[in-house]
């Protein structure tokens, strides 16, 4: 039986070596014991490890690169039994290539698990390293420390991520198995052990701070929780101390938002409330202003896409403009600001407007729909187009501003627009930039909607279409010429 000792640190080279060595002399897995070098290993014990002479008739070994790849991160796991099973898998190679894709052979299944492993832990390091700060470099530079315990070998392979991360400080990483230092120019990896270091500073209490805000105990699932933040870390985590007490307290903190959920009304009916308060007791019919029809509007409640919304999006410009563009309904940054067309589509139809000689500040531009019809998801809210049910019920408010402003042109940007305006629920490019005759002597124009224009992902269609709607543009800048 022939031994072999190891650092086994995860160093790929090192055990690459040793084994191409053994291979070249034909020494068969069985007989080799792989051990990892340690304090007690005595003198003898080194000298079985000078790799043996190579067999002249033996062809060298080759393997996939796949391979490769797995035991780079294999090797970084803490089982001593991991040399034996690589070298175990390299002779098994020579005479599978495909071994590697049998996912029912044992060997290829541990040492999968033994990967996934390594990539968990080098995963909780990137998410549950705290640094400490411990004082300055210089004015520009601080430095800080911190304390990790990880499972396997995994600081040579995860300090790059600190490094990117973290390359304007001077930290350093200590664990049991080695540690990283990172001065701003060389990022320095040693396997010596490391004590932990007793350290704390101000941002602990902002972890504590932090970590109670997200904390949810609606959503509370133990087993879920402990998956991703076991409890091997939470010695080292200065947020940890508070979730016993959160935990302990979640089912009354569920029944308190329950209690409130049943008595508190949704953002916008609270404006809507006060809106309503400051009206006079009997409000006339916006017969006379847009200013009185915009007042009418904040407080509308006819569909309810009202409930959701952060506030009415009422049109803007002045009561005598020749020009109405009409689009679909408000986006998310008109519904917090309370104007149309202020959004990355408003900023687009800013620009080709200017570029065809029309100035903003001369149109009456609104929208069909006035409050914001969206789906959340996560932190975003994602538009949704409104059905003809709610398009008809804000109608009235399209009527009112169609008769106070009395155009000469509108256009209808985008196929809501138009069905709002006509009831026509064909295909949009069979009318588009056509110049139309409607009721009151109105000329009805019809285009595409800009946010159309920033959804095309093909560059070279979004090309075309961009020019057609600057094309479009033109058209009505000379219809605006002709109704002045």
Request: with cysteine.
């Amino acid at each position: 039986m022939r031994r072999v000792v190891l650092a086994g640190r995860g160093d790929l080279a090192e055990w690459r070596d040793a084994a191409r060595a053994l291979a070249a002399a034909g020494i068969l897995p069985e007989e080799i014991e792989w051990r990892e070098r340690s304090a007690e290993a005595d003198l003898s014990f080194q000298r079985d490890a000078m790799p043996p002479a190579p067999a002249a008739s033996r062809k060298p070994m080759t393997v996939p690169p796949v391979f490769i790849e797995l035991a780079e991160t294999v090797l970084c796991h803490s089982d001593p039994a991991r040399f034996s099973l690589l070298y175990r898998l390299l002779w098994r190679l020579q005479l599978d290539r495909q071994l590697l894709e049998v996912t029912s052979d044992e060997d290829v299944v541990r040492a999968r698990l033994m990967a996934k492993n390594v990539h968990r832990d080098a995963h909780k390091m990137t998410a549950f390293v705290r640094f400490k700060e411990v004082g300055a470099v210089s004015e520009e530079r601080r430095k800080f420390i911190a304390w990790f315990e990880p499972d396997h070998h995994i600081v040579r392979r995860t300090a790059p991520f600190f490094q990117r991360r973290f390359t304007d400080m001077d930290w350093l990483i200590a664990t049991p198995k080695g540690s990283a230092t990172w001065d701003g120019e060389r990022l320095t990896i040693s396997d010596e052990p490391c004590e932990k270091p007793n350290l704390t500073d101000v941002t602990d209490e902002l972890w504590r701070t932090y970590y109670a805000s997200i904390f949810n105990p609606a959503r509370l699932k133990l087993k879920a929780m402990q998956a991703e933040m076991p409890k091997k870390y939470w010695k080292n985590l200065p947020e940890a101390d508070l979730i016993p007490g959160l935990i302990a307290s979640a089912e009354s903190k569920v029944r308190e938002m329950a209690a409130r959920e049943a008595t508190q009304s949704l953002p916008f009916h609270d404006r809507l409330q006060q809106a309503a308060r400051n009206l006079p007791a009997e409000p006339e019919l916006p017969a006379g202003t847009l200013e009185a029809l915009r007042a009418e509007a904040a407080v509308c409640t006819r569909c309810p896409l009202h409930a959701n919304a952060t506030q009415t999006v009422f049109g803007e410009g002045p009561r005598d403009a020749a020009v109405m563009f009409v689009g679909e309904q408000p986006g998310d940054q008109e519904d917090i600001a309370g104007r149309p067309f202020v959004g990355p589509a408003g900023r687009l139809f800013d620009q080709v407007i200017a570029e065809a000689g029309i100035d903003r500040s001369t149109l009456y531009v609104t929208n069909a729909v006035k409050h914001f019809k969206y789906e959340p998801r996560g932190k975003r809210r994602i538009h949704q187009k409104p059905n003809m049910g709610e398009v008809q019920h804000c109608r009235w408010w399209l009527d009112l501003e169609l008769t106070l402003v009395n155009p000469k042109v509108i256009v209808a940007m985008g196929a809501t627009a138009l069905a709002a305006l006509t009831d026509v629920k064909g295909r949009l490019q069979d009318v588009r930039g056509k110049a139309m005759a409607t009721e009151g002597g109105r000329t009805l124009f019809v285009t595409v909607h800009p946010s159309y224009l920033l959804r095309i992902p093909d560059e070279r269609l979004k090309a075309e279409e961009m020019a057609r709607f600057r094309e479009d543009m033109k058209r009505i800048q000379g219809l605006m010429k002709a109704a002045a």
